[in-house]
């Protein structure tokens, strides 16, 4: 069974920062990683989407990376603002059904 | 484009009612899917559909119904609501199997309480 992991579970910076949440799954049978960003009582938004056969992409000040034979993503947030405090989820794409799994969340809290 | 809509937005129900959540999304998309979202536990896929007529179970599907008539709505229904059914509810879609290159896009979500 696909186990996600997110690490630190939560996280406060001074704005301007340069920041790395991590994610780590235990199947590397994946199709892919999506990173998301969740407001509170909002939705989830999506950020970034790697391909299992990607090593990273890229979105203005975002940078997320996979290593797939070791089970790891990255997701870089470059010049941290206080806008971009939220919730961010990884979550793996895998199996017959292409289901996604998701991880906890890194709750970001990025001070003015 | 209004992407993925649900309604209701919040909802309280007493143990033993039924209702359905409703959700729908005007981008042409096969694939669709629920998830609830419990503190400490994450996201878990309840119901998914891989097209119109096509439904399939996720990791938690007991107490849930769904059926695809349409490309467009999914709804979820509660047979008999439980407290256990407390949760935030959200639905999502994407253009194919959520492979590839195949963003998922979510909803607003559904705040159920059952008491």
């Known amino acids: 069974k696909q186990e996600v992991t997110q690490i630190p579970a939560a996280l406060s910076v001074p704005e301007g920062e340069n920041l790395v949440l991590n994610c780590s799954f235990t199947?590397?049978?994946?199709?892919?990683l999506q990173w998301f960003r969740q407001d509170p009582g909002k939705g989830l938004t999506s950020l970034l989407l790697?391909?299992?056969?990607?090593r990273e992409q890229t979105s203005g000040r975002l940078n997320a990376s996979l290593d797939k034979s070791s089970g790891r993503s990255t997701l870089y947030i470059a010049a941290s603002q206080p806008g971009d405090s939220a919730t961010y989820l990884c979550a793996v794409s895998g199996g017959s059904n292409y289901k996604l799994t998701f991880g906890k969340g890194t709750l970001l809290t990025v001070n003015p | 484009n209004a992407g993925v809509t649900q309604t209701p937005k919040f909802q309280v129900l007493k143990t033993g009612q039924s209702m359905t959540l409703q959700c729908a999304q005007d981008m042409n998309h096969e694939y669709m899917s629920w998830y609830r979202q419990d503190p400490g536990m994450g996201l878990r896929l309840i119901h998914y559909s891989v097209g119109a007529g096509i439904t399939d179970q996720g990791e938690v599907p007991n107490g849930y119904n769904v059926s695809r008539s349409t490309t467009e709505d999914f709804p979820l229904r509660l047979l008999s609501a439980a407290p256990s059914q407390t949760s935030v509810y959200f639905c999502?879609?994407?253009?194919?199997?959520?492979?590839?290159?195949?963003?998922?896009?979510f909803g607003p979500g559904t705040r159920l309480t059952v008491l």
């Open positions: 790697i391909q299992s056969s990607q």
């Open positions: 199947d590397s049978a994946i199709y892919n």
């Open positions: 999502a879609s994407s253009l194919g199997l959520a492979g590839g290159l195949n963003e998922q896009f």
